[in-house]
């Protein structure tokens, strides 16, 4: 099941997490040419993804792409808005930020973002056009 999957791109995620949530929605919309996949970082194809790769426990959204390899913290978000050519206020701050301030940005917004929102007791179910486009 991973080396199939291996080629094609993804975003990882944690699916008990209500801001996630929301950057996967967002993704998706933005993603016209459909060709981001996504899968819970709690699913047995993101712990089989972790372990293999030798990743830690991480909270963090990552982004792999089978051209450029693993992206962690904020290089994720970057590299998954420049691949979505999509140039916004968060594409160009993180442009402009070394990655040192912009990882330890995200990974206190990671470390306290369960205080600010509750989270789910179970990965949401999403539509079925989303469906199509979640590994498990």
């Avoid at 949530?21 to 089989?48: C, M, T």
């Amino acid at each position: 099941m991973l080396n199939n999957n291996l080629k094609k791109i993804i975003v990882f995620y944690d699916g008990f997490c209500p801001m996630c949530h929301y950057w996967v929605r967002y993704l998706l919309k933005n993603d016209i040419k459909k060709s981001l996949h996504f899968a819970p970082i709690q699913g047995k194809f993101g712990e089989e993804f972790i372990d293999k790769n030798k990743l830690e426990k991480i909270d963090s959204l990552i982004f792999y792409n089978p051209n450029t390899g693993i992206h962690l913290y904020s290089e994720a978000v970057y590299e998954v808005l420049r691949f979505l050519n999509l140039r916004n206020i968060y594409f160009f701050t993180l442009k402009i930020l070394p990655f040192y301030i912009s990882n330890l940005i995200y990974k206190i917004v990671a470390r306290i973002r369960y205080k600010i929102f509750k989270p789910y007791n179970s990965c949401e179910i999403p539509s079925q056009e989303i469906l199509s486009r979640i590994i498990q």
